[in-house]
C-alpha cells in the first residue's frame, strides 16, 4: 500500500515562495499519477497540480498557472510543488494525492478532482500573510 508524506509548509510573506516535497513509501510512484490538492477553511478540496504517471502530461488550476510548478522524481519516489508570488488566497492546507488509474478530464490532461485520487498524505499549512 502506498503512504504519502508532505513537508515543507510554513508561513511566508505575500510574493515570497514556499517547495513542498511528498515523499512516497510503500510502493513505486512510477506507478501512480499524483497531484496536489488544497483546502482553506469553509472549502472544498481543489486540485492544484497534477501529473501524469509518466510526468510527460501536467494540469494546473488555472489560480495557480504560471506561479506553481509540479514535478517528480520517481526514483526518489518524491513529488515536488514550488510555489512562487505567494498570495494570501493560497493560504490552505496542502495535500499530495496519487492514484494508479491516472485518471484524466474527458481533454485527456490529469485529473485535478480529488474524488479521483485514492491515496493521501496528512496534509501540511501553508500561511501566506503579511
Known amino acids: 500500500q502506498l503512504q504519502l508524506v508532505e513537508s515543507g509548509g510554513g508561513l511566508v510573506q505575500p510574493g515570497g515562495s514556499l517547495r513542498l516535497s511528498c515523499e512516497a513509501s510503500?510502493?513505486?510512484?512510477?506507478?501512480?499519477?499524483v497531484g496536489w490538492f488544497r483546502q482553506a477553511p469553509g472549502k472544498e478540496r481543489e486540485g492544484v497540480a497534477c501529473?501524469?504517471?509518466?510526468?510527460?502530461?501536467?494540469n494546473y488550476a488555472d489560480s495557480v498557472k504560471g506561479r506553481f510548478t509540479i514535478s517528480r522524481d520517481n526514483a526518489q519516489n518524491m513529488v515536488y510543488l514550488q510555489m512562487d508570488s505567494l498570495k494570501p488566497e493560497d493560504t490552505a492546507i496542502y495535500y499530495c494525492g496519487a492514484d494508479s488509474f491516472s485518471p484524466t478530464t474527458d481533454r485527456g490532461l490529469p485529473s485535478l478532482t480529488s474524488r479521483k485520487y485514492w491515496y493521501w498524505g496528512q496534509g501540511a499549512q501553508v500561511t501566506v500573510s503579511s
Open positions: 510503500g510502493s513505486s510512484l512510477q506507478f501512480f499519477a
Open positions: 501529473a501524469s504517471i509518466s510526468g510527460d502530461s501536467i
